[in-house]
């Protein structure tokens, strides 16, 4: 089949490659523009662009989908590609009705959640926010509304204890591509069984912000922790302890009931475990102190005391 691969960030990344290693023939990719990043804003090419690149496919990279010039460019350069099937992972646009008509069989994208759970754009991090003990990936056929389109493929995975955003990012991501290499095997074999999502299940995860990132004492243990794993490394979760703001990256539930304490009160210093609202501890162990480094906490705490 003829295939047009729509993404931008690594996580969009496996899957690229896992369709060009088994042969498929990727024809041309579509990625956001490249964007100024670091110290000297310097403009950066996305992940997927790259890839593409480094295989030598066709790279469109169109401000807009929808309307002006570079809208009607794009939906031209779609239809003399002429694909049999449009890939979607992670690319960062609405595709509007007219390229989802265009291929020969459906528009697909594979998404971070098990749907209906999560639509939208921040499943992984929601999915540790709100204390999920389990999330996965699906493939869908694509439909005007955002992740609404019929379910294909589901794989589904636990989520660790102590596992936080990037780590069960990189974790889905490579899930993403098993899931994406059996679904477009079943649609060439034709042992498709879409499902349509019940909406009554539905539940959305929107873009973080960083009004979710400063840590409040006063929550129980497991909520902090999950705040700390859902938000790392961004937007990060940050208190400030003993007069220092620090970024928090990492943290460990610490099961000891700590009577007499207040919340946000250190009860161990050797290893910065704070008190919660329930009296249950929590452990801070990978920090950033404003103007440093990102650091274990050990290291932080020799040349910081508190």
């Keep these: 089949m003829n295939i047009v691969f729509m993404g931008t960030p690594e996580f969009a990344v496996p899957c690229l490659e896992a369709l060009i290693r088994s042969g498929e023939n990727v024809t041309a990719v579509f990625s956001q523009p490249d964007k100024p990043k670091g110290r000297g804003y310097k403009l950066t090419p996305p992940p997927v662009k790259v890839c593409a690149q480094k295989y030598g496919i ?27 099937l449009i890939v979607v992972v992670a690319y960062g646009k609405i595709l509007p009705v007219r390229i989802l008509d265009l291929p020969k069989t459906y528009c697909i994208n594979i998404h971070a959640s098990l749907l209906p759970c999560y639509r939208g754009a921040g499943p992984i991090q929601w999915s540790i926010l709100n204390g999920e003990s389990r999330t996965g990936v699906t493939s869908q056929i694509m439909a005007e509304g955002v992740d609404t389109g019929d379910m294909l493929i589901k794989a589904a995975t636990e989520i660790g204890e102590n596992e936080t955003a990037d780590e069960l990012h990189d974790r889905l991501s490579l899930m993403g591509a098993d899931v994406l290499l059996e679904t477009v095997n079943a649609i060439r074999t034709g042992n498709l069984n879409p499902i349509s999502q019940d909406e009554e299940q539905a539940t959305y995860a929107p873009m973080l912000t960083k009004e979710l990132c400063p840590v409040d004492f006063t929550r129980k243990a497991e909520e ?8 790392s490394s961004w937007p990060c979760a940050n208190a400030v302890i ?20 207040a919340p946000g009160e250190i009860c161990d210093r050797q290893k910065l475990t704070l008190v919660c609202g329930d009296g249950y501890g929590i452990t801070f162990t990978e920090v950033q102190a404003e103007g440093g480094k990102r650091m274990k906490t050990e290291d932080f705490l020799r040349g910081n005391k508190l």
Excluded: F, M, W
Excluded at 224 to 231: D, E, K, S
């Design 242 to 261: 003993s007069g220092r703001k620090l970024k928090i990256y990492r943290s460990e539930l610490d099961h000891t009931y700590h009577e007499g304490y």
């Design 224 to 231: 902090i922790h999950a705040q700390v794993r859902g938000l």
């Design 58 to 84: 066709p790279v469109y990279q169109p401000e807009s989908l929808k309307k002006g010039e570079d809208a009607e460019k794009a939906y031209d350069i779609l239809k003399e590609l002429s694909p049999d």
